[in-house]
């Protein structure tokens, strides 16, 4: 549990003018050497200055041989060097008045008595002094507003995201660097990325506190393996996502799994079912999976729904019929159409077509009749969400229909999700949609899986209001 | 159902020595402009004659008034023409003694009483003379290694996957789109892909036994919205399961999507238990969702387990607990090391590593640690398959490790599955193993809901041996 003025300086972290990289290297690929590059090469803009004696400079960049010789005001530092340096560097950070560290080094609690012993010291001088630190043994922070970025791993190999309003803490570094790297592939923007590792210092409670008022943030999505502080956690999930929603993951659920966290709790199984009972009191939105986590993100691009009774489109049968099986399988209302409706889809229709929920445009669809089906839709007060299939391998299907998708998403009348499913040509479209976000799922189970998710918030949120 | 020698005849449609293609059009993009592309910008070797009395040529190629005046062995017909000419070419047909046709036409019993009799005229004609005929109101047929393509979607659109060994027949034109270009896109080769649209001569058990005899087809794969001839498919698909695999997914299994596949059964969704049913006592492997089927269909490139006690290795502690959770959940064993892979296990990790199931390599594992951990794995006799997490965000994961994925997944010792997720750079060696039949996921549940599939399909397989 960190201070409130803890809390606050996680800004210098994530707005620093300058940054001071401590155990800075030339070496290609070591973590410090990934870092610099990223500091460097990636969009930065304030000061950085590396530190480490054992080099004058490094790639052409005076260094110092510790942060006192810098005589600048330094907003952050980051620390990658061994367990053993840390506590000595963070009592020359709190001489320093320096209020953010992220501390990636290993080798504290998780690697035995004598790093807990670390972790304690350095857990008393972060507190003491009101220093905002994150990790240790964590893979790093990333905010891609400000390009202040500590995360290890090299930009060739793993993409960064651009800005944008989802943030994300982690307690895994494994996990944390695929969510950062499929953020990136499927352009989805972040806001705050954190990879908190041991948490001693600052936890997923400050975390979630700090994430609040955050005006850059307005979904959360957490993995978390295990809370120190279980009950905070849910009163303050509880208060967030009345204004947020939140998006959690929780691993090591199971003995087996739970023993790979290498967590201590002794009856872990029964623990779950504990946090699974407090999710569900609180309304956040439960992943099951990896999968899960980026489907229900995306959806959060749009309107909330006022209730449950979804119509389905599409330019292929099956797909339809699939999706009609997912919706009755995981449990949403088939909208009915009104007298209205009916009439005015069967004018958009070959003379053989059927007026049906899901509604079959056929083979022969182009991006005019997406556009005249949905805008029906869309004044139907009897239908609350749109699923919407777009096979893109008939001729008819062609760029106007992805800018149908983006008008209709973009003006928040009720909230679409598509499903479309292919190659390459169908990729391609796909990342365009992402760019403009338009949620866009392969599998009509996926897609009305994340929409049960969303009508469920939807249905909290509006109780809030 | 057809007799022995029409479904003899279907060589006729996937090992043409000549095609006709009656309705051939200059017309872009229209369904028989589409189809004269693919035959003549496509890898058919054979001769190829377009027919149409509109056109003296067409793209520069004679184009002949009907099919008799092409005064050549013909081999295959595809007809694309109005469905009230059909039963005329299909008489012509019979006249010069040709004993393949497909028939994409839409317009007979899914359209209506006049449709239906037009039908029935069809498979009289078809019966009478032996024709092996596919459709009407299909998406058409390929087989890549002849390149006789009746798929009538452009190839810009819809990539056409290499050739291989799995089969697909599908119900559903949309859906075999999905399943065409998917496969591409995956390096997945197929042997021959059949949309059958309304069955009328050839149905799904017919299509079956052509395939249990098809010497390429080593997996089949199914979509099924609803069969003509229950008990004779179920009995079918027993028999031919015990030698091929069949994979198969149905749709339309409630009441709201059946009226969507507009079937005429009353009870379906009793129906759809009956089909549940049949399918667990033939040990076919069910799947839920498209995602599925494409999953599960990856797998089966492996040698059969021996049992269903999993090994998981990881160079990503959280991935590694995903996994765990996902083993737990979905219902594997964990298998338990031997003494003596216990201590060759504790050689390749750093003093700090703890030997366990999931195996975690940490982030500096390169291809040489994966090389002699998988080795150490495969020999001890207490492991039956692995689940091989493979993060390549980190330094050290480059292409050599690909290089051990593909050996050890080539000498078919036990059966691999691969986890990995991310970006570009991920995705891109993703394409790689998918080439080199190496199956990987992108999630960990994805992973053991496949391995859990596979494991009771060599159950099954090791007990009919």
């Known amino acids: 549990m960190a201070s409130k003025n803890q809390i606050k300086n996680l800004k210098f972290i994530f707005e620093p003018k300058s940054i001071a990289l401590v155990g800075a290297s030339p070496i290609p690929n070591k973590v410090s050497n990934v870092i610099f590059k990223s500091l460097t090469e990636g969009n930065f803009q304030g000061e950085f200055y590396p530190v480490n004696p054992k080099y004058p400079d490094i790639h052409g960049l005076m260094c110092f041989p510790n942060i006192s010789s810098i005589k600048k005001k330094i907003d952050c530092v980051i620390i990658a060097t061994p367990a053993a340096t840390v506590p000595a560097i963070l009592l020359e950070c709190a001489n320093l008045k320096i209020k953010g560290v992220v501390l990636v080094t290993a080798g504290f609690s998780e690697a035995g008595v004598e790093g807990a012993a670390l972790e304690k010291q350095i857990k008393e001088i972060c507190d003491k002094n009101e220093i905002a630190l994150i990790g240790p043994n964590c893979l790093g922070t990333l905010n891609p507003s400000t390009g202040a970025d500590s995360v290890f791993l090299p930009m060739y190999k793993l993409e960064r995201p651009k800005s944008g309003n989802i943030a994300f803490i982690t307690q895994s570094g494994a996990v944390g660097s695929t969510i950062i790297d499929v953020s990136a592939y499927h352009g989805i923007g972040i806001s705050k990325f954190i ?271």
Not at 198 to 214: C, I, K, P, R, S
Not at 231 to 243: A, I, L, S, T, W
Not at 301 to 308: F, I, T, V
Not at 418 to 426: D, E, H, K, P, V
């Open 195 to 465: 990879s908190y590792g041991n948490a001693t210092v600052l936890d997923e409670v400050d975390l979630l506190e700090y994430l609040e008022q955050d005006s850059k943030t307005k979904v959360i999505v957490a993995y978390i393996e295990g809370a120190k502080r279980g009950r905070e956690m849910f009163e303050v999930m509880k208060r967030v996502n009345k204004k947020k929603p939140i998006i959690v993951l929780k691993a090591g659920k199971f003995a087996k799994s739970a023993q790979a966290a290498k967590s201590h709790t002794g009856n872990i199984a029964g623990s779950y079912l504990a946090y699974h009972a407090a999710f569900r009191q609180a309304k956040v939105v439960e992943a099951e999976g990896l999968e899960d986590l980026f489907d229900f993100m995306k959806i959060f691009s749009q309107p909330l729904a006022k209730g449950n009774r979804i119509a389905v489109m599409t330019n292929g049968g099956g797909m339809g019929v699939l999706t009609a099986d997912a919706i009755d399988q995981i449990g949403l209302e088939f909208a009915n159409f009104s007298e209205e409706t009916k009439i005015k889809l069967k004018e958009i229709l070959p003379s053989f077509g059927n007026v049906a929920n899901p509604l079959d445009l056929i083979a022969e669809a182009d991006a005019d009749k997406y556009q005249k089906g949905i805008e029906i839709m869309m004044n139907d007060p009897g239908i609350d969400a749109l699923l919407i299939i777009t096979l893109f391998q008939t001729p008819p299907m062609d760029e106007r229909v992805l800018n149908v998708l983006v008008k209709f998403s973009d003006d928040k009348r009720k909230p679409i999700a598509c499903i479309m499913l292919g190659g390459a040509y169908t990729t391609n479209y796909q990342r365009y949609l992402d760019k403009y976000k338009v949620p866009s799922y392969n599998s009509p189970i996926a897609a009305v899986k994340t929409m049960k998710k969303f009508v469920e918030y939807s249905k909290f949120r509006n109780s809030v209001k």
